[in-house]
Nanobody, 123 residues
Framework: QVQLVESGGGSMQAGGSLRLSCAAS????????MGWFRQAPGKEREFVAT????????YYADSVKGRFTISRDNAKNTVYLQMNSLEPEDTAVYYC????????????????WGQGTQVTVSS
């Protein structure tokens, strides 16, 4: 079992930056591809970004490409999401997830999920 705990969420004005962290415990994170997803009120949970086991490959949703950066530190068992140029449309609960498959945008291929952290961006 892997436990994931997100942190770093908060409220921010549009144009600002936040860095989310996701700490893994229970098993070493290096065995898993990691992803970030988000869910806005009344909407489906959507893919944001993913990174493969060694950090060599990353993929992003078109809506965040060029603004968000996913990274990982396997020695610290932590994955990060640096969010720049935040927009009100980025307001959502952000979830990190871990899976044994490769880096993927599909929710169903992630086994482990955190409890989420709220990000609110005001205009």
């Amino acid at each position: 079992q892997v436990q994931l705990v997100e942190s770093g969420g908060g409220s921010m004005q549009a144009g600002g930056s936040l860095r989310l962290s996701c700490a893994a415990s229970g098993r070493t994170m290096r065995n898993y591809a990691m992803g970030w997803f988000r869910q806005a009120p009344g909407k489906e949970r959507e893919f944001v970004a993913t990174i493969n086991r060694n950090g060599g490959s990353t993929y992003y949703a078109d809506s965040v490409k060029g603004r968000f950066t996913i990274s990982r530190d396997n020695a610290k068992n932590t994955v990060y999401l640096q969010m720049n140029s935040l927009e009100p449309e980025d307001t959502a609960v952000y979830y990190c997830a871990g899976g044994v498959y490769g880096a993927t945008m599909f929710r169903s291929e992630y086994t482990y999920w955190g409890q989420g952290t709220q990000v609110t961006v005001s205009s």
